[in-house]
């Protein structure tokens, strides 16, 4: 089977992007570790594949695999590679589109200066929405790891994050503490562990350790839970500039309720076909 894809990243979080609508795609998750492979295959954190939709007011479907070969429910940085990827190979002409995911609709839009904002929806708090195993639903929860009792914020952004404030991001113990936090059993799904350092009230700076991928240079969907989280400690406003080692994410979140924009860059790196 040849493939034709896009490799592609956002701040550093790259993709292998593959066009599903108009060339037959059937990956198993062998094959999908084997392009996501930096010494054997293409390389990338995730593989996104494009899909028609099945729903009359919706664009395309949206599937994320993280490198392991599982398949997740959400990806923000992908998501605006998506947006890029659907206009540049012609499956797209309009500036915003619906784009179905496992979690909900995500709306894309490209901007005049070539940044995508994505509609991320509203953020989830819920316990078993996370998953997370909590009777009782609060701002923040005390959580165990190793030695250590750890504060987290856990938000639901269509896939499970676990935040926690850290004094200085670049000394953050992310290595030691993610696999850790990632394989909690309060987390039954597993979770994406981010740790944020609160600048000042519209900055942080973020690392995040993701559940399939390891630590990325960027995270979407952790950047947004990350602002969310502080938001709601009374730590930051919106709209809030996110620092990444990969690059910078612009976050804005009005409340509960209301959806999350995230804006952001989205570059295509060579375009390829490869032999399966």
Known sequence: MKLKFSKMHGLGNDFVVIDGVRQKVGLTPEQVRFLADRHFGVGCDQLLLVEASEQPD??????IFNADGGEVEQCGNGARCFARFVHEVGLAYKREIRVATQKGIITPRLENDGQVTVDMGAPRF?????????????????L????SSLEISVVSMGNPHAVQVVADVDAAPVAEQGPLIRA????PERVNAGFMQVLDRGHIR??????GAGETLACGTG????????I?????????????????????????GH???????AVTVFTGEIEL
């Open 223 to 230: 950047a947004c839970a990350a602002v969310v989280a502080g």
């Open 126 to 142: 819920s316990p078993a929405e996370i998953p997370f195993v909590s009777d009782v639903e609060q701002i923040t929860y005390p």
């Open 232 to 256: 709601r400690r009374g730590l930051l406003d919106s709209p809030v500039a996110v620092a990444t080692r990969g690059g910078a994410l612009t976050i804005a979140w009005d409340g509960a």
């Open 184 to 187: 909690h059993p309060r987390f």
């Open 144 to 147: 165990e790891v190793a030695d």
């Open 259 to 265: 959806p999350v924009l995230m804006t952001g860059p």
């Open 206 to 211: 973020l690392r995040v350790f993701e559940r």
């Open 58 to 63: 919706v664009d395309f479907r949206y599937r």
